[in-house]
């Protein structure tokens, strides 16, 4: 396009084409400067991969957190699922008498499951756990009722269909007493909820950097190309053309930190599980993290190169046009 | 084709470096313009390339006043112009073929096209041997004339040149003294800020001499004063 | 110094001059770059910003997590403190008898400290903790025996020491049980020891990644300043006086980062600090967190600096060499 | 005070730049260099300051041979010569004045000291008000004479000028060779590329021609046939 001269145009962009040839020739040509882009990476591995590093560790910080707080969410979610009902026995009742109880409630429509806490066992489990120990051995009799644990079905959840179960449970002969367990629950909900609230900021702080982190990159390697930029504008390029590998450039950079930080991420969760599995011998408690899903992996990678390109654009929509030729 | 009107170009620093200056250069002429280090000749060439904006008066290119172009607008006006530039300004880390090809990549020409008008370019200022090195394993004339071949390959129908000869000897001065010529006479108009006498004196052709910014002289090479 | 020609020397390396001149010299041509150093920053304060923005970021993380693994190391440490010794009553053991016990066990030089629960507090508790709750109201007796834990001296702590304090405590006729708690410290080291194994690792990539941070910056403002370093090399600077400014530029990154992250952090903890006490309320149980003391603000400052130090010059010494004026 | 001896200098690509030159430049001499475009000049004046190790033979600087100096000890090396170079290498950040000091400021000179003879330096060249000013905000010519000043400030033994004048009017041309002259006087070696021939048949000073890198002719000023 000329603009002073009307006759003029021998570029391409003023040959006519059609609107199917001008989608094809922009596909083609952003993705030869896409490739262009990252064959300039590629000629300077050194530096290239120093921002790439840089991005990679700051990347894997907040995903990292993301599988803490996921691997925790599914632990606490293992605790908190349904609000739980926990009927207490009379001490009298039998052995017989128990089973076939949890055999009539294993039937009812609003139970989804029944859980059996046998006495015995909750005297072993006491035992263990108070810190009384031997003491109780020398108890006459089992102090302990019998427990049943029962998780209601989604439907009798809420609390108000809740208290209708624990009612109808209460009527039954050999049933002392029936706790809903909400208070644990909500102090179990505040916790989560600050762990949460604490990931989520450091989280918010870490991909702040990583945006700062490309954005200064790419500051930096405009001002290390600024004569070139002057070059560029005086010979006629538009702003447009010369922030498109700068651009490029931020979403490589995007992607092979969120590719770096795959393999920082993975190392972690494996060496935290390693180290928790020594803790298991102690605790002879199954601990088994979970690493990041490929849907993960892949939604990891288009945030990160889309924070490159946010970052890669504050630079540069700044930082190109602030440069003007002179001499 | 460009025509001054009563331009004054005062700098931020205070300096009068362009003092009501008026010249009209017509389609297909070539003139040179000359006077003493510091006289306005690179800040007149800048004023017609919009690297720099006059303080007073109108510049007009093809009729069109530069006052009306905005910035987004001036990449499109410097296309249809081809500039020679003091200090060469080569692109340091890009092949001497990549540096011709520079305004052709930046108006999307085809690949076969920019090969071929490329290396006419080059093969002109007599440089097709070294298209594949980079400028600064070029001597100092030898960049002079990577900047001239990116100056013409786009056949812009505007050449302006600052000292084009500064660092060639007399024979290659010549030489692409006729290059322009050649251009000229498929009516593009060619303006040449030179402290070379000699060069202006064997060639005449109309001749703009400023002196302190102000245009002392205008027409045919007359020795000035100084 | 002329290498080529020995009368020549007007330079002021050549001026005769005393040790002590000499001294106070260099320190004033340094104090001097460094000023000069600062005000280059100070020059361009946008980019400035940036860089120490992006440091003070990832420098807050390990500042964080120290805080936390400090604050929970004296939570830790409140718990962990004495090998602790749990003494068993047998149950017929009367209240007096009790009281006489406590008093008697106060003289023993072995012995710190004698805390006594009561069996009924000790129901009332294992009602609360336990989760049967009022199904205990249905227990004909109290089956649980009344308990001292008791704190041996510092020098009876050893596991030798306090196994004899075990023997002699098993003599006495009130006692049923004496228990020497290892176990669940053993587990609490385990996990403190998880915990701060994780935070240990996390720190080092995050100091990795600022003594990154700062080598890349500085690498890309040397490229961005490659001219003049060539036209300095050109005129005859040594690689010395040309890196100087850079690392005084990447000791200052470092120090107004230091800064820069003691604020975040102290942000960040106050914002924990009031989500937890949120909890508080909950849990009836006061939690105050512990901010950084000035001697670790200072230390945070030195490392800082030294770290930025440690990245520019990793950086300077790599690339001023590189670049060779060439033309 | 400068000798050639048999050097040979071939560049990376393959480039045969400098083939067997040998010459002597004594004490307190003054000579041009000049060539076609190309020929070697700049490589030549390369080999003395270090900027270029020449592939076979040996540069000798008062006696001693360059081949000896360890990349450690270059600078030294430099800050005995002065060096004007073809495409003026100015820091483009810092004024007029920072630049005109840098050698000074390297070599560790007072203040006083630096103030007092880079307004002397500048004073010579004409450029004494424009000392604050950035290097941008100068004219072509007057950034070479910025280089100038830079290069003679420091006094060195040797001054070396590439192209000093390409960017100056004839009148101002003089002027900067009557400044070598006077440093020459007082024993400095002065050696000048150059293809400004007019420039050289006035001077009638030792003239070293070289052509395709080939010492062609070293002697009066002879009129080249290129
Ligand atoms: N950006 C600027 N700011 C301030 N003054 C400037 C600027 N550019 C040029 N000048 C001043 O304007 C005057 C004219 O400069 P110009 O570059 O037009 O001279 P010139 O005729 O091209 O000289 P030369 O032959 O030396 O290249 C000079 O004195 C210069 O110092
Ligand atoms: N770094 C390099 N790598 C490869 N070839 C080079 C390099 N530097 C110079 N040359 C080649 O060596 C030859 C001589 O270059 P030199 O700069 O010495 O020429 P010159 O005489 O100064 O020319 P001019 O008058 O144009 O400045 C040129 O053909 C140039 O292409
Ligand atoms: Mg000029
Ligand atoms: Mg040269």
Redesign the pocket.
Known sequence: MSLLFERRGQGASDRKLSIVQRLVSWWISHARQATASLGDLWRTPGPSLMTMLVLGFSLSLPAAFYLVSKNGAQVADKWSSPAQISVFLKKSVALEQVEQLVADLQTWQQIQQVDWYSKDDALIEFKETSGFGNALNYLDDNPLPDVLVIEPTAAHQTTSAAKLLVEALEELAPVSLVKLDIQWLERLHAIVAVVEDTFIALATLLCLSVILVVGNTIRLSILSRKTEIEVMKLVGATDQFIQRPFLYAGIWYGVFGAFLSWIVTTILLWWIESALNHLTRLYDYPISLQGLLPSESLFMVIIASGMGLLGSWLSVRQHIRAIEP?S | MIRFDNVDKV???G?H??KNVSFHLKKGEMAFLT??????????L?LIALL?RPTNGNVFINGHSLNTVTRRHIPYVRRDIGIIF?DHRLLTDRPVFDNVALPMVIEGYSHQEIRRRVAAALDKVGLLDKARLLPSMLSGGEQQRVGIARAVVNKPPIILA??PTGNLDPALSMEILRLFEEFNRVDVAVLI?T?DLGLIARMRYRTLT?RE?QMFNDGLAAEPSL
């Open positions: 002179t | 700098y931020g620093s300096h470096a362009l006077g003493h280090s510091g006289a306005g000749k690179s800040t007149l800048k720099e003091q600052d000292e800020a402290h400023l910014g």
